[in-house]
């Protein structure tokens, strides 16, 4: 019993955390357009390892090149999995999972070195508040096992936090600096506050911080440089040409422009829920915390110039502003007795019954947000032919490689796939494959098998519950009409 509970006091807010993440990775494994370079490099490291010429990048590069670093670390951790499931002989989805649990064990041993810190400097109160924050949001803890480019980023960052809050300045930095070079050039705008505050603070000196940062850097460019121009097959640093498309460019704007306001009236409520405005109360009961939200609030100004905003661009930050949060609702807490903290002690505790109402109501509908994923496997289950010598083969279309299929999702012999593009829909009927997934309902030469719904909106009605997720069909599978096994199958339909 003693060896038991001495495990809970040091890993019990671990295995907290670590069971909500590892339960939306079960629950929603499939991953979207955003992850597709990570997800497929790693499919592609576990797999086909040395041989790059079969690697997915080749074929379907992106808008941007993207670094292989992060996608290698994780597929390293993974590969004794991947070993044990080819023994096994389990589908490459298992694998999947494996990859996505493996980067969210990574991100949440960050978050403990952060937590850790937070504890030795305000308290084991305040730490336990930290936790309950942030199991009671949503997007920390399903995103963290998601293999974004932002989410590599975010781990360094919760280092250079915990390092920050260690009084560790110079390796603050230098985690941010690797951040900012390697995963996500947008950390500068977090680099540039953080450092003005530590010199106006005397915390570090100017020179001394130079020489570690541009030593830092320079280590991080060659890193990238040797290892992404051997993936890409060519010389290459990726971040800075995302930085040159993102920032000198502008082109991120393309895909959909915000106000100015966005991230304070939009993405922060909706990430942070209860810790919004507990952060704000945070600021002025304690002032030790100011020293670390005015960076990081800095941070989310900057960015907000930026026409083209993503809840995950800021994802960053919410560590920090759980934090004071967290100092917030232990002062709350302690002082709970008294008049007027009575009243806001019972506003707290409606404010997390909230938050956690509505990342119920989140992660259903996200559940509902990967379509196509659905599909395939439904396909897997009831698309087999009696002929086990013909192949099999299914095209996806763009809308469904985008809303949940990736190469993980794929089946072995005989099934091989197509993510051809450009394929006019009256073309289909030349081609000769056996099953299509399509955002389109009708195509000629096909049989519409059945469809799959996803998450459309909110619906608000009278009555309980109050809101309810609408769904539609949102993937079309579709069976080649000269197949006679298929046209006389018995099917659910569109």
């Known amino acids: 019993m003693a060896l038991n509970s001495k495990f809970m006091q040091l890993y019990g807010y671990d295995l907290l955390l670590g069971s909500i993440a590892a339960f939306y990775v079960f629950m929603a494994p499939y991953t979207k357009v955003e992850e597709s370079f990570n997800v497929q490099a790693m499919h592609d490291i576990l797999y086909h390892r040395h041989h790059i010429e079969k690697y997915d990048h080749l074929e379907f590069p992106g808008v941007v090149p993207r670094t292989f670093i992060g996608a290698l670390l994780v597929s390293i951790l993974a590969s004794p999995f991947l070993l044990a499931a080819s023994l096994l002989q389990l589908p490459k989805i298992y694998s999947l999972y494996a990859v ?3 980067l969210g064990f990574v991100i949440l041993s960050t978050l403990r070195f952060l937590r850790v810190q937070i504890r030795k400097n305000f308290g084991s109160q305040v730490e336990a508040f930290f936790v309950i924050l942030t199991a009671l949001q949503f997007h920390i803890l399903f995103y963290c096992t998601r293999p974004l480019p932002n989410i590599l980023a975010f781990g360094l960052v919760n280092l250079a936090y915990g390092y920050w809050f260690k009084g560790s300045f110079y390796a603050a930095l230098k985690s941010l600096i690797f951040a900012t070079i390697v995963f996500r050039c947008d950390i500068l705008l977090l680099i540039a506050p953080l450092g003005l505050e530590l010199l106006l603070s005397r915390s570090i000196s100017f ?10 850097a320079l280590f991080c460019i060659g890193l990238t440089i040797l290892f992404d121009s051997i993936f890409w097959r060519k010389f290459l640093w990726p971040e800075l040409e995302v930085f040159w498309f993102n920032s000198v460019l502008n082109r991120s704007s393309e895909w959909g ?3 100015f306001h966005w991230y304070f009236t939009s993405a ?4 942070l829920l209860a810790a919004y405005p507990l952060f704000v109360v945070g600021v002025f009961l304690d002032r030790r915390v100011q020293f670390y939200v005015i960076p990081v609030l800095s941070f989310v100004l900057l960015y907000s110039k930026l026409p083209h905003k993503e809840l995950r661009f800021i994802i960053s930050s919410l560590p920090i502003f759980n934090f004071s949060a967290a100092v917030a609702a232990s002062r709350i807490y302690n002082k709970r007795k008294k008049s007027i903290w009575k009243y806001l002690y019972f506003a707290m505790l409606g404010l997390f019954l909230i938050s956690l109402g509505c990342t119920i109501l989140t992660f259903m ?9 659905h599909a395939l496997k439904a396909l897997h289950k009831m698309g087999h032919l009696s002929n086990n010598s013909n192949e099999v083969w299914v095209h996806i279309d763009t809308f469904s490689a985008m809303n949940g299929i990736s190469r993980f999702c794929e089946n072995h012999d005989p099934w091989w796939y197509s993510k051809e593009e450009g394929i006019p829909l009256q073309e289909f009927q030349n081609r000769n494959f056996t099953y299509l997934l399509s955002e389109h309902a ?5 049989k519409c098998l059945f469809s799959i719904k996803g998450f459309s909106g909110i619906h608000r009605h009278a009555g309980f519950p109050p809101i309810s997720l609408v769904r539609t069909p949102k993937v079309y599978v579709h069976g080649n009409g000269d197949n006679e096994e298929i046209t006389r199958r018995s099917w659910p339909g569109c």
């Open 442 to 446: 009708r195509i000629k030469g096909y």
């Open 268 to 271: 922060l409520p909706r990430s």
């Open 100 to 102: 996505r649990l493996v």
């Open 207 to 216: 020179w001394k911080a130079l020489l570690s940062c541009m030593i830092a």
């Open 257 to 259: 422009t915000h106000a």
């Open 365 to 373: 509908a996200s559940y509902e947000n990967y379509p196509s994923g």
